[in-house]
């Protein structure tokens, strides 16, 4: 079993959605919280970083960390065509210690 | 504001030849980690530096080799190249002492094809 669960997807929904993200986790040492924005062929694009449990919220995007279930979610307002990528979910330790990513989730926003 | 700098972008070689993939943080992040990241994988951790020190491995080939310079740049040694190896390799930088902690900023990547 991997440490960081996520479904791939794909997930299509209309302009407009609310979009909602998971990721499950094992590591109850994991206390950075992060979502990437991964469009093909590009560098992963750091969205959201949440610390510890919580919710953070920026613009259209909110991030939420329950870590008691180890689980966080990345919620997308109004979705927009442009929003169509992949999002990765990752995490992390602490100090310098690696990231792990989830598997992605392909999302398609359509007009 | 500068990013994570990776050069080449793109690479195309032969099996069992050498690559050199490089990596320049961004300025005054003491951390540099290297992922690689397969056709519709997730990316994989390979290695990781912090003050020119390797401070954690993963999954990376004994035929990879990396090291972290005085000047933080980074660069990652692939030998022997096989065709497992094409992949988008990224390098990112942190630093424990910026705004947010542990907030991780990846480059581009570089594409590398083994023929």
């Known amino acids: 079993q991997k440490e960081v669960e996520q479904d791939p997807g794909p997930l299509s929904v209309p302009e407009g959605a609310i979009v909602s993200l998971n990721c499950t986790y094992s590591?109850?040492?994991?206390?950075?919280f992060m979502w990437y924005r991964q469009y093909s062929r590009k560098g992963p694009e750091l969205l959201m970083y949440t610390y510890s449990s919580g919710n953070k919220e920026d613009g259209r995007f909110t991030a939420q960390v329950d870590k008691s279930s180890k689980y966080i979610s990345l919620f997308i307002r109004d979705s927009q065509p442009s929003d169509s990528a992949t999002y990765l979910c990752a995490m992390s330790a602490g100090g310098y210690n690696k990231l792990i990513f989830g598997a992605g989730t392909r999302l398609a926003v359509h007009p | 504001a500068a990013g994570v700098i990776q050069s080449p972008r793109h690479l195309i070689k032969e099996k069992r030849e050498t690559a050199t993939l490089k990596c320049y943080p961004i300025p005054r992040h003491d951390t540099v980690y290297w992922y690689q990241q397969g056709p519709g994988q997730d990316p994989q951790f390979l290695i990781s530096f912090y003050e020119k020190m390797q401070s954690d491995k993963g999954s990376i080939p004994d035929r990879f080799s990396a090291q972290q310079f005085s000047d933080y740049h980074s660069e990652l040694n692939m030998s022997s190249l096989e065709l497992g190896d094409s992949a988008l390799y990224f390098c990112a930088s942190s630093s424990e002492k910026g705004q947010g902690g542990n907030t991780i900023y990846f480059g581009e990547g570089s594409w590398l094809t083994v023929v």
């Open positions: 590591n109850s040492a994991f206390q950075y």
